[in-house]
């Protein structure tokens, strides 16, 4: 079993920036790709980053150039660093474990965190 763990959500103002992290552990494989997807009430789940097996990255339009997401393999670790935040970034960021593929979609994801609430005010 894989349990999957974010940590850094919190409340911060327009232009400010947060960082996500997410920690899996368990019985999990030794290379796979981690990634962000997000959230708001009524609303699908969306994708937002990714990282996979070989450092290559994936991004959503909406956050190029503002979120960087970066990995610590030997500690199963995956960083989302999300700058110049805007209101219309509020939401639950989920992390992902997808042990084939870019992690881009919610369908090739294997393992999900609980969510952590990142409210972004104006």
């Known amino acids: 079993q894989v349990q999957v763990v974010e940590s850094g959500g919190g409340s911060v103002q327009a232009g400010d920036s947060l960082r996500l992290s997410c920690v899996a552990s368990g019985q999990i494989r030794s290379r796979y790709t981690m990634g962000w997807f997000r959230q708001t009430p009524g609303k699908e789940r969306e994708f937002v980053s990714s990282?996979?097996?070989?450092?290559?990255?994936y991004y959503a339009d909406h956050v190029k150039g503002r979120f960087t997401i970066s990995r610590d393999g030997a500690k199963n670790t995956v960083y989302l660093q999300m700058n110049s935040l805007k209101p219309e970034d509020t939401a639950n960021y989920y992390c992902?474990?997808?042990?084939?593929?870019?992690?881009?979609?919610?369908?090739?994801?294997?393992?999900w965190g609980k969510g952590t609430l990142v409210t972004v005010s104006s």
């Open positions: 992902a474990v997808a042990y084939y593929g870019t992690g881009t979609t919610t369908n090739g994801v294997d393992d």
């Open positions: 990282i996979d097996r070989t450092d290559n990255t």
